[in-house]
């Protein structure tokens, strides 16, 4: 499991590097496509419960989103979020085949809401002045604290975190989870030291502690449906929702960090 994890990571790093680089229209494609793929394995995993997405809605609501973060003079945003939210109610009124109609209703919104804007906000930061900056402090700060936090955690985890929602989480990982993080926020840091050391050590702890939510976030998703990966893209690493699960809780936590320091 290990070695293929490895081996899938080592295959999807350079794209991201690449993308991550480019900016601009390329950026902003790749993560849309990801937001979109990832739509679709959330509204897959909630029909493993007998919950029926809309994935018309659903997908329309995320690719507006996308777009706003990228181009908001276009104002979609608010025209997205009424549209969604009148047309996926709408939409229940014609079904036959579902049988919680406010479920589904409530998923398509919150569904599209939350992947939309989660990976939006990371399109919007790359937009940002320093914005190449930014995404790597979010991105290498996310992937250190997931690494760290899974050998810590393998080799000295004892203590449980919250096995109500992930049972496999421990408080030894999470520790080791703040040095990934740590790790992460100084390396960029020492490349480009503009964002200042005394942000990059803020970061390096609260980047770790919302990845663990998002990660958990979508855990408890995952066990209420009975699903143990969102879908099988990714050899040893599920789909796209579950390597984006931290990414959507840090995304939008270090966008509004960049807005609130100017």
Known sequence: MLRTRIITAL????????????????????????????????????????????HAILLAFIAMLMVDA??????????????????SLVWQLFRTNSSIPTADWALTVAGGLYIGWGLGRLVALRQLPDGLTWVWLALLATWGADTFAYLVGRTLGRHKLWP????????????????????????????????????????GVIIPIAGLFGDISISMMKRHVGVKDSSMLFP???????RSDSVLFVSIVVYYYAFLIG
């Open 11 to 54: 295959i999807a790093l350079p794209i991201a590097i690449g993308v991550t680089f480019a900016g601009g229209i390329w950026f902003f494609g790749v993560v849309t496509i990801i937001a979109l793929i990832t739509g679709w394995e959330f509204s897959q995993m909630m029909k493993a419960k007998g919950y029926y997405v809309i």
């Open 164 to 203: 109500r929602h992930s049972p496999k989480k421990t408080w030894e990982g999470l520790g080791g989870g703040i040095l990934g993080g740590l790790i992460g926020t100084a390396i960029v840091t020492a490349i480009n030291p503009a964002l200042g050391w005394t942000d990059a050590i803020i970061l």
């Open 70 to 87: 990228f181009y908001p003079a276009l104002g979609l945003l608010e025209i997205g979020i009424s549209l969604t939210l009148l047309c």
């Open 236 to 242: 040893g690493h599920g789909g796209f929702l579950d």
